[in-house]
């Protein structure tokens, strides 16, 4: 297998972009990564997206190739649900690996902000079962609340130490240029915050953004294109059944442990070798099971480690200096590459906003409620 | 690059499956599949799918795993509008070229005839460019009908040159058990259907169709999995722009001709070592464009070669020998991945309907009105 390296990597701001079209944002990013890959022009796009439809578009390959001057080239666009992004790294990674090109460029573009938030939410449910979940009219939302309470339950997890994720993150985003909700929250505001499906509250929950991330991808022979090429060292994917009511443990991610443990081995790396993680906390419960499942805690006791204090600068890993989906905000298919940036910039020590560096980064991006799920391991 | 062989196919009847949802019809295929390959279970699942969108249904990869007993294996969905399926085998073949599985099933799945015609009309416009195109209310068909009037006017083709293409693919579905229209057509017939959009005519376009088509892939090490094992030599797939008005040529498929020269290029082969192929003639311009820009006719003389009777059994190349997207059918998303069995079984002499074998195979998956397209080369 040939190795993949990051030569470049592109962000547009995460937020309300009425004045972009999708194309227009993804051509932002994809230029920002060509450009940090000293202006090389890739041979193939794979762009991550799930929710294209709601624009009536799709073919993104093709719009977003062509608009961004690189008529001629070849792609496709890959969708895992929200886990879109990392399962379109994944599929870069293998055009590459493969010998099939040696310039890939991934771009993650979503934007959920142009149609009414009743159409946008719906279609966010895609992600879970239409025939065996939505035809009860229940919301995404409300299935992560399902886990949450029950997970709360069984281990005697506090509101108040759910909530110090939300602190943390909006902590750490506060630092980020790119995040969306760049403000300090605190804990009395998280815990207080409007219910949107009990027990899940408004800050543990990421909010509905437009948004596109890209990353130039190349093989050994072109890393050089950038003075700090970051190594692809470990990718690893999971599928478990999209539909709650089938999984083996309704508060165990079987797909994250899978695909951690599969990035792990193939990058021959442990758990305790991370210095620094971006992890996919659309709720705060995801978060929780990620990082148990990851193993960076033991079941059923994240949340009594982060109210403790850990995960912050300093520890090891540190997680979501991005500020995570609470605060950077959550552009579905775009997400995953947001998290490949972020972390390839802390290695790099280029990230412009909380900057904690390391030797190891990984991302684990989670699409359904478990049911898609990447995981990268990166290193110098 | 690590060797790549069609060890499975599987594929369901095209037509109007009501009691079949996407999921059912989906794993039938994939069930297919695995037991032409004798069983074995796949590392990983890639799903060519456009249109799930409609049935408010993403995150395929893990429905259609799940569903078939898959349930813990990496996989996503590739879209890449009508040619997703062509752009699913690039993205399988890669998944094993690079080392990273052995054993990828691709499965190809669309459902159209589950929502009102107006809806499913609506969305395969998804394809073209909703900004600059859709935004003055032009039909899918309506911008094929732009080149086909361009493209007869050019060349001085008749109506009656035009309508044999229809005939033929007629003549050759009429024997295939899989076909959606299992009956022949006249050429009076053809030549008097209704107009859809002038001067496209009901017998230029293929119908809307449910569908599912799968194929094991696996390396070398896995390709006794088959007693007749069908090599990819070739993988060539090409962009070009959505936006009709933005095109080089409005007569020309730039992304068919860059495609199979790549595919050509690899396998070391040429057009003239081409036996038998399935091309994309969603309408019959779309066919006379591919043949001529693959190369297996001139410019301005594809019409004139299939109305002398060329392309049909006993010729070299033969072409669409399963009835192509005429009779066969156009289950958008599955289409190259059917297009990928029936020249497999072809090789291999087993396929149900018109056999006419041979050495080297061609198929050409289109996506938009070319905007989107994956030519492969399969060997013996």
């Not at 419960?285 to 994240?302: C, M, P, R, Y």
Request: one cysteine or more; aromatic letters at 6%; charged letters at 20%.
């Amino acid at each position: 297998m040939r190795d993949v390296y990051i030569v470049g990597v592109g962000m547009t701001k995460v937020g309300r972009h009425m004045s972009l079209s999708l194309r227009d944002l993804a051509s932002e990013a994809a230029l920002k990564a060509i450009e940090d890959a000293g202006g090389e022009r890739p041979e193939a796009i794979v762009v991550g997206n799930m929710l294209s439809s709601l624009v009536e578009q799709e073919n993104l390959a093709a719009l977003i190739a062509d608009h961004s001057g690189l008529r001629g080239i070849s792609g496709f666009k890959v969708e895992g649900a929200c886990g879109s992004g990392g399962a379109a790294i994944v599929a870069g990674y293998s055009l590459i690996a493969s010998g099939l090109f040696n310039k890939v460029l991934v771009v993650g573009v979503e934007k959920l902000l142009e149609r009414p938030t009743p159409d946008t939410t719906r279609g966010l449910a895609y992600a879970a079962d239409a025939d065996y979940e939505l035809i009860y009219g229940i919301s995404f939302a409300g299935l992560n609340a399902l886990i949450m309470r029950y997970y709360m339950d069984k281990y005697g997890i506090s509101r108040e130490e759910m909530s110090w994720w939300a602190v943390m993150m909006h902590e750490n985003g506060y630092q980020n240029p790119f995040a969306q909700l760049r403000k300090k929250v605190t804990l009395e505001e998280a815990m207080n915050s409007p219910v949107i499906a009990d027990p899940i509250r408004l800050y543990d929950s990421c909010p509905l953004s437009d948004g596109a991330a890209a990353l130039m991808l190349a093989s050994k022979d072109y890393k050089s294109l950038n003075d700090t090429p970051v190594k692809i060292s470990g990718v690893g994917n999971a599928l478990d059944s999209p539909d709650l009511s089938s999984r083996f443990e309704l508060d165990s991610l079987y797909a994250s442990r899978l695909s951690a443990l599969r990035a792990f081995k193939m990058a021959k790396k442990d758990v305790k070798d991370v210095d620094v993680a971006e992890i996919h906390d659309a709720y705060s419960i995801i978060a929780a099971l990620s990082i148990e499942e990851i193993g960076f805690a033991e079941k059923g006791k994240a949340p009594k480690m982060w109210a403790e204090g850990r995960f912050r600068p300093g520890d090891k890993p540190v997680l979501n200096p991005s500020g995570g989906l609470k605060s950077r905000g959550h552009p579905v298919g775009a997400t995953g590459v947001y998290q490949a940036s972020e972390i390839t910039m802390q290695l790099r020590g280029d990230f412009p906003g909380l900057q904690v560096g390391g030797e190891v980064g990984l991302t684990q991006n989670v699409g359904g409620v478990g049911s898609n799920i990447t995981t990268l391991i990166l290193t110098r």
